[in-house]
Structures are given as C-alpha cells and as structure tokens.
C-alpha cells in the first residue's frame, strides 16, 4: 500500500525551505504521496502556546540565526538571514497552492520557488503579480490559481487547516505526520527517512517503555 505523508508548512518559514528539497526527495524514494497542508502559523500557536518571532525571547532569536546559519550551510541553500520583505502577508501564496491541489495538480515545484523567493530572492510574495509568475514558471496556470485562491473551497480549506493541524498533533513548521506520527521540523527529516526505510509501526504517546 502506497504510503501518505501529510505536509504541514507555512509558505513564510525558512526551515521549511531548507527542508523542502529534502523532503521531495525522501518522500520520491519511498514512493510516497504527499498531502500539502499550508498553514496560518499564527493561528496555529495560538492555539498551543507557542509565540511569533518578535514575541520570543532575544535569547530564543539570537539562536534562531545560529540556527539558521548551520542549517543552510548543512542544507547547501542559499538563504538570507533578514529578507527584505520579512514578515509578509504570504497568504495569497498559500491558497493559491491549495487551489492547486484541489485542481489535482502537484505543487511541488511552486512551492520551492516561493520559499526560495523569500528567503534567498527577497521578492515580496504577497504580490499577485509575483505570484502568478512563480506558478507560470513551475508548469502551473499562475492567473487560474490566483484567481481560484478566492474561492469558497480554497477559503474554507485554509481555515480548516489550522484546527486540522492541531488535531494532528501539530504545532510547528515544517510538520511531517507519518501514520499518525509527527516530525516536526527539517531536522528530523533524517528520521523520516529512517521510519521509512524501516517500515516499522508509528511510535505513539500512549506507547509503555
């Protein structure tokens, strides 16, 4: 049986682009299908007690970009460490790739260029002209999906989504639900790939030691 991996992302997180590649590519050697979940991230700490950037601790930020310095060089990407258009309204992107995959297309590739064109490009994404543009370079009707993005199902898609996330056991992006089995961040995608490869039963909060 064809194994799902459900994605929970934002569009706005560098750790889900350092992650993306990778993951298309553990999830391409398992033959795995992938479930693209973007989420408002916002809306998603709310409801588990984590905070936005500005409201952690300097401690907590100063951190994150020693973080983020390891990971891109671990990751080979290109990444600036303060985008010029960071933090922005990314969520015309977002349902723009959810009408995507109501459409049955694989947004994959669009996904990679938007993450790629905040963090490495410093493009400001909530644009629709921007938009359109990185989906019409991915293989993608870029004017089709702006203009679905609006849509009642895209709409209510995207606010199920963070109910939906939290229900999966989820709190962070990126997010990679295996069975039932949350890996939250890009630096467990290496345990991904080793839950895979194993095939052995999810592991669960309810298991004994």
Same mark, same amino acid.
């Given at each position: ?21 990778l993951f298309l590519s553990i999830a391409a050697r398992h ?61 015309? #992107?977002?349902?723009?790739?959810? %009408? @995507?995959?109501? $459409?049955?297309?694989?947004?994959? /590739?669009?996904?990679?260029? +938007? ?33 679905? #993005?609006?849509?009642?199902?895209? %709409? @209510?898609?995207? $606010?199920?989504?963070?109910?939906? /996330?939290?229900?999966?056991? +989820? ?7 295996l069975g039932g089995e949350v890996f939250w961040g890009q ?23």
């Amino acid at each position: 049986m064809q194994r799902q991996i459900d994605y929970y992302f934002s569009l706005l997180s560098p750790w889900t682009y350092l992650g993306h590649e990778l993951f298309l590519s553990i999830a391409a050697r398992h033959g795995c299908t992938i479930n693209y979940l973007p989420v408002p991230l916002r809306s998603v700490f709310d409801e588990t007690g984590g905070l936005p950037l500005p409201k952690r601790h300097p401690v907590r930020q100063r951190y994150r970009i020693l973080e983020l310095q390891r990971w891109r060089e671990r990751r080979g990407k290109a990444l600036n460490l303060f985008p010029r258009h960071f933090p922005l309204d990314i969520a015309l #992107a977002d349902r723009a790739l959810i %009408a @995507a995959t109501l $459409a049955g297309k694989d947004p994959g /590739a669009f996904m990679e260029r +938007v993450l790629a064109g905040v963090w490495a490009q410093e493009l400001d994404l909530s644009q629709h002209g921007l938009v359109i543009e990185m989906a019409d370079a991915s293989g993608l009707d870029g004017q089709a999906l702006v203009g679905q #993005a609006e849509s009642e199902a895209v %709409a @209510a898609r995207y $606010a199920a989504s963070s109910e939906a /996330a939290v229900k999966a056991g +989820v709190f962070g992006a990126p997010s990679y639900v295996l069975g039932g089995e949350v890996f939250w961040g890009q630096d467990r995608l290496e345990l991904l790939d080793d839950a895979l490869a194993s095939g052995r039963a999810p592991y669960s909060t309810e298991a004994k030691a």
